[in-house]
């Protein structure tokens, strides 16, 4: 049909508005003589506002409006009827008229529009497409609608009391309901939209200011066109879209940033959020209306698209929905406002953790080989350590088709505005201006005239398994690709043994200032005890004067910033430091910069060893690791995902892998499917993993069947040992003590809030294990060498409770009542951090803290003195309070140990008992014939006989045991048998542990006695061949992380490992958890209650 | 006699390394829990010209119980009673073991600044002292040159 798109038709109109009102009355009242009966009229006026008006107010409505039908409609949609309104208790918000330019009538459009004009550009609004829709008249009348007449589109939204009996939640106390309304020009309202689809996007497109519409006639239902129209005649219209300027403009929704980790902290969902989401899935709705298809999209949201995962197809279910109109439910909010605690999130099977893996490792086996440049490097790599090369090569090199502009940012659609076609004569009109395309981020609704690109992530995780030479490779690489040219296109991964000239290094203005200047440096952060493994390996491998390192930790850390962004510094090649130095010197609060040198350059690379340390998101040294600038970026890990499914995004976000980096996109499309058992997740984590990783294990075989590496075997086995009686009553005497108070946590339901308490029962019952003394000063708690005091009193994951938990707690206990909110914080800090407190003074015996203890109020004190003063206070009957700032009352409850190790030094008291006070421990080692060798080291020591007397101790030994103290007690027995042995624990400082690590490669020292947590990762022990663990740790992972230090590359002996496990302890109920725990990962995702009873069981358990 | 405890020893050194001004103590010889404790009677006071002898001894269960202190020179003051001893929370229910010998002698020198006829001990000097302040400040004054001036120049 052809018809005329004449813009001046209705001019006279639109400009004078003031007189719309006089026309508007003389009209209704030529109609007013309609002749119906009120029920009748009633009726009629009903079934247009709809039922839930009732018929009283439909006839104060009717009396209102004079008797006349149309202006008791326009007045009801109008809210004219402000008795009926205010009765229903409803409101009735005016949105903004749809009509384009210069219309009056709504004065708010106004302010905006002029705002608008300040955008500098050379259109106002594009031509998006045109549908036809089809409308319901609310008025009746001759010659009212005349075929192509103008119409303008106005929406109201109208909040309601809800339907009784519907199923609400509290917030939605009404719910709401949207009306499109459409006017003739000169504003009389002539009907309604019925499709409420329609209705819904129209009105959020206006709303949100990003289309206007317009409208024409087309067609009355009755097909008495141009006569006489009925109330309810159905009417087509056809709406034509446009896009405005302004809507590119506007500030995103929640933008997704790709410099920045701000949005780390997944902030609020409000309600301006859900508004976003309905412009979101207005626009989509919007594109399918006017059929318009994206140019560039990623398959991935192709994908989604299909499956509906945001697609405008939602809307259906929006409006099946009771929600439907943009509020989501009170919970659901919540649940935005108070995402769950992620610490708790379901732990990941094996079986998963494998077929995450699995597709990752299936093509590795093809990638081809790469030398490194012999010249420099001295190592000859493994054929999988040369695919490795060739691999990490491949992902620091873009694609060179990756760099053009056609390379769209992943979460992003590119779209083509379309030309407006006049109809009549089919002519295409190009309107001449700029911006031919736009782009859509069908994910967050945000619209942009620009290019989208990506930030292309450089780098990648590599997940070798343990002891396949993760460092060897990266060292490698680093040789490979020493000097880059910055133009990436200049570099060839072929011809990288040609050395590149100085001049191509990296060339940058000398002259101008460089806020974060690049430098050639990698930087490889690592745990503190593998800071030295990892300078002697560069310098092993690296031809002399090839390259260099430096270390940056402890006092060598005077990098000048001015002379590096100066150009005046040789800067060294590798640059190694630990999480804990990286930690110290990061700032997260936004205004206060960090002033380090590390977080003010561009590294070339960084590569973040044993990079599980960062995989829970909202730690400091998280933190501290994205806010490193670098060219490229690599992750080493033997596990990439220890507990949880999120354990990895850290990583990717680390990676700055796209869109995977995002969180909200993350677990969106990852982390809720995950969650909610919806298997198909496991498959887009793999997806997502598949270019990112590179895993291979120990059995793996290469393509000729050959194992990739060859290790000889392992064998482990447990030695089941019976306490002597003398054990077993001290035993079951603290076995029942605990028993005792365990039960009455039980009883009294606290077992949660007494989880520390709990477990240093624990605690206290395997020291009996492994000997009693160890368990006879009291307090101990397990409080072993972790690695830069991170850890600081952890319980590790299985524990669940940490110096986080405990410092919250404190916090809310007492945080606020103090004005001395600094010196706690401080305390805190210390606390955290690991520093040693048995050098403060106890405010009481003047003395170094002896088992020191940390109050509410953060002020320490020895455990004894503080006991007696309560004692003293109780005899007074006064309450415990803090001695120093007599806040209280305080428990000893409230005391938290923060002693390090066991304080051997005598308690000074009083004075009578300072002699006899002297610890068992010197008593121990003093007086030869008092040293009673527990059931496990007269074990232990019968193991070393044999061993010695078979061959004459050609195999060295490892010995690994939590608690220090027993290492203390080994070392004792083993001097007094003449073994030669080195120690390494947690106290050591870094120097120590390079020199006690070397002495042990060397010939006549047979023995290492290593803390279990200490030795964990990193430290190669393959001068061993024996290792003993004395005791069974929570998570069996942990022991086994320890056994591969010894058989891993390297190893040339068969590796024998004995486990000594107590038979009736503790220690073999802790065996059996260690064995269900895996069975219990593997039903895809626990809930956190369901976890909490598990943990609760397994306590129980211990207890039976 | 048994050994003295660590905390005894370090405050007595530090309480002669890092002396406070205006007060001075020392510990006996024979008898390392008890000291001898001049006040010098702070400016602006009463007290003002005069030095003040005390006795200060540390019982068995310091410093879960406060030390005994007490004055031996002559003062008029409502706290502190014709005994020479002292009204001061902090030597009776306010006492705290991160409380020390230094903070002690702070306090009681405080308190001869700020006699509080309040909480009185002397109730005599409280009442004067209440009725009619200024009389009893030059009381105070007086029985400071009568009694705590003669000391001065320690004759010893």
């Excluded at chain 1, 206007?212 to 219209?237: A, P, R, S, T, W």
């Excluded at chain 1, 060498?785 to 524990?799: I, K, P, R, S």
Aim: proline residues 5%.
């Amino acid at each position: 049909m052809a018809y005329d798109f004449g813009d001046n038709f209705y001019s006279n109109g639109e400009t004078s508005s003031s007189s719309n009102s006089s026309f508007f009355d003389t009209f209704t009242n030529d109609n007013k003589n309609l002749d119906f009966s009120t029920d009748t009229n009633l009726r009629e006026l009903q079934s247009i506002v709809g039922s839930e008006v009732s018929l009283p107010d439909l006839e104060n409505l009717w009396n209102a409006s004079s008797g006349n039908l149309e202006k008791a409609i326009n007045s009801y949609f109008d809210n004219n009827m402000n008795k009926e309104n205010l009765d229903m208790n409803t409101q009735t918000s005016s949105r903004r008229n749809a009509k384009s330019t210069n219309y009056h009538e709504n004065d708010v459009e106004v302010p905006r529009k002029k705002a608008r004009k300040n955008v500098a550009r050379d259109w106002e609004r594009k031509y998006l497409g045109s549908i036809v829709v089809s409308g319901q008249s609310t008025i009746t009348g001759e010659n009212v609608i005349n075929f192509k007449d103008k119409i303008t589109f106005e929406s109201q939204v109208y909040y309601q009391k809800p339907i009784r009996g519907r199923k609400r939640s509290k917030l939605q106390s009404c719910w709401q309901s949207t009306v499109l309304k459409f006017k003739s020009a000169n504003g009389m309202q002539l009907g309604i939209i019925n499709d409420s689809k329609i209705s819904f996007m129209v009105s959020n497109l206006i709303d949100a200011g990003v289309c206007e519409f317009e409208g024409q006639i087309l067609l009355v239902g009755n097909d008495n066109c141009g006569e006489k129209i009925e109330l309810n005649d159905e009417m087509y219209i056809e709406m034509k879209i446009y896009i405005l300027h302004a809507a590119f403009s506007r500030e995103p929704i929640f933008s997704i940033s790709r410099e920045n980790n701000k949005y780390m902290a997944s902030g609020p969902a409000s309600v301006a959020d859900h508004k976003a989401n309905d412009r979101k899935i207005a626009v989509l709705s919007m594109f399918e209306q006017c059929g318009m298809k994206a140019r560039q999209s990623s398959v991935l949201t192709q994908e989604h698209k299909l499956a509906g995962t945001l697609d405008a197809e939602k809307i259906e279910e929006h409006f099946q929905n009771e929600e439907w109109t943009g509020f989501k439910s009170a919970s659901s909010i919540q649940q935005s406002l108070f995402p769950p605690n992620d610490e708790e999130g379901p732990s990941i099977s094996d079986q998963q953790l494998n077929a995450l893996y699995e597709k990752a490792q299936m093509a590795d086996m093809n990638i081809p080989e790469c030398e490194p440049p012999a010249h420099t490097f001295l190592y000859s790599l493994r054929r999988y350590q040369k695919q490795a090369l060739h691999w990490m090569l491949s992902k620091e090199t873009l694609d060179p088709n990756q760099l053009t502009p056609t390379s769209l940012h992943p979460l992003w659609e590119e779209y083509e505005f379309p030309v407006q076609i006049y109809h009549e004569t089919g002519e295409m009109i190009d309107d001449g201006f700029s911006n031919k395309l736009f782009y859509f981020n069908p994910y967050t609704g945000e619209l942009s005239l620009d290019f989208q690109k990506v930030d292309q992530c450089r780098g990648g995780i590599l997940a070798d398994e343990m002891g396949l030479g993760k460092t060897i490779e990266i060292l490698s690489l680093i040789h490979s690709v020493k000097y880059p040219a910055i133009d990436p296109n200049q570099v060839d991964v072929v011809d990288l043994t040609e050395e590149i000239k100085p001049s191509t290094v990296r060339h940058v203005s000398l002259s101008t200032y460089e806020a974060y200047p690049k430098i050639k440096t990698t930087l490889i952060v690592c745990p503190m005890s593998l800071l030295s493994q990892w300078r002697d390996e560069v310098h092993n491998v690296s031809a002399p004067d090839t390259m260099t390192v430096e270390v940056y930790y402890g006092k060598k850390r005077n990098w000048d910033l001015k002379a590096i962004r100066a150009r005046k510094v040789d800067l060294p090649d590798v640059l190694v430091t630990t999480y804990g130095v990286l930690m110290s010197e990061f700032s997260d609060e936004e205004n206060k910069p960090a002033t380090s040198p590390l977080f003010n350059v561009e590294f070339l690379r960084v590569v973040l060893d044993e990079a599980h340390v960062i995989k829970s998101r909202n730690t400091k040294t998280a933190k501290a690791c994205y806010s490193l600038r670098a060219e490229r970026r690599w992750a080493l890990t033997g596990t990439p995902i220890q507990n949880r499914l999120e354990d990895i995004f850290s990583l990717v976000h680390f990676l700055r892998h796209e869109p995977w980096s995002n969180f909200q996109f993350w677990k969106k499309y990852i982390q809720n499917p995950f969650d909610k058992k919806d298997l198909r997740a496991l498959g887009v984590v793999q997806g997502v993993l598949e270019p990112l990783v590179l895993r291979r294990t120990k059995n793996m075989r290469d393509i000729n069947g050959q194992p990739i590496i060859d290790l000889p075997s392992k064998e482990v086995e447990i030695e089941y040992l019976e306490f002597s009686p003398e054990e077993q009553d001290i035993y079951d005497s603290i076995y029942t003590h605990s028993k005792t108070k365990f039960n009455y946590y039980v009883k009294s339901g606290s077992i949660l809030s007494h989880y520390a308490h709990i477990f240093q029962l624990l605690v206290r019952l395997r020291q009996v294990c492994d000997h009693p003394i160890l368990a006879i000063s009291k307090h101990t708690i397990i409080n072993e060498d972790d690695e830069e005091g991170v850890n600081d009193l952890a319980f590790d994951e299985e524990g669940n409770l940490n110096i986080d938990h405990l410092i919250e707690r404190f916090m809310t206990n007492y945080g606020e009542r103090g004005n001395s909110a600094n010196y706690q914080i401080e305390m805190l800090e210390k606390l955290k951090y690991g520093e040693d407190f048995s050098n403060r003074e106890c405010p009481i015996c003047y003395d170094n803290l002896v088992n020191g203890v940390l109050m509410p109020c953060m002020h320490s004190a020895c455990r004894q003195c503080i006991m007696e003063y309560f004692q003293n206070q109780e005899l007074l009957g006064k309450s415990g309070q803090c001695p120093v700032c007599r806040r209280g009352p305080i428990t000893e409850n409230d005391l938290l140990d923060i002693s390090k190790k066991n304080e051997e030094k005598p308690s000074s008291g009083t004075s009578s008992n300072t002699n006899d006070n002297d610890n068992d421990m010197t008593t121990f080692e003093e007086s030869d014939a008092n040293l009673k060798l527990s059931a496990k080291l007269g074990a232990l020591l019968r193991k070393l006989n044999n061993l010695r007397q078979e061959n004459k101790m050609t195999e060295k030994c490892v010995i690994f045991s939590q608690f220090t103290s027993m290492l203390d007690l080994i070392g004792d027995v083993l001097a007094k048998e003449n073994f030669s042995f080195v120690r390494l624990d947690g106290t050591q400082q870094q120097s120590d542990r390079e020199r006690v690590l070397r002495d042990f490669k060397k010939p006549g020292i047979d023995i290492i006695l290593i803390s279990l947590r200490a030795g964990g990762v990193g430290l190669n022990l393959t001068a061993a061949s024996r290792a003993f663990l004395m005791d069974p740790w929570w998570n069996s992972s942990i022991e086994d992380q320890a056994v591969d230090r010894v058989h891993r590359i390297g190893q040339k002996r068969e590796v024998r490992v004995t486990r000594f496990i107590i038979k009736n302890s503790i220690e073999e109920k802790m065996l059996s958890i260690q064995k269900r725990k895996n069975a219990i990962a593997c039903g895809l995702g626990m809930s956190k209650d369901e976890l909490k009873a598990h943990r609760i069981e397994d306590l129980r358990e211990l207890f039976s | 006699m048994a050994t003295l405890p660590k905390r005894i020893i370090k405050e007595t050194e530090r309480l002669i390394a890092d002396a406070v001004p205006g007060i001075n103590a020392r510990p006996h010889e024979e008898n390392l829990r008890y000291f001898d404790v001049d006040i010098t009677g702070p400016e602006q006071s009463p007290f003002e010209g005069g030095v003040f002898k005390l006795e200060l001894f540390l019982p068995e269960e310091y410093p879960m119980s406060p030390p005994r202190v007490r004055f031996l020179t002559k003062i008029y003051h409502p706290n502190i009673d014709k005994l020479g001893r002292i009204c001061l929370d902090i030597l009776k229910d306010k006492w705290s073991p991160a409380l020390q010998i230094r903070t002690v002698l702070l306090s009681i020198q405080a308190l001869l600044s700020a006699p509080n006829p309040d909480d009185p001990l002397a109730n005599d000097v409280a009442q004067h002292w209440k009725d009619n302040e200024p009389e009893a400040i030059a009381k105070a004054r007086e029985w400071t040159q009568t009694y705590a001036e003669r000391i001065v120049p320690p004759q010893e």
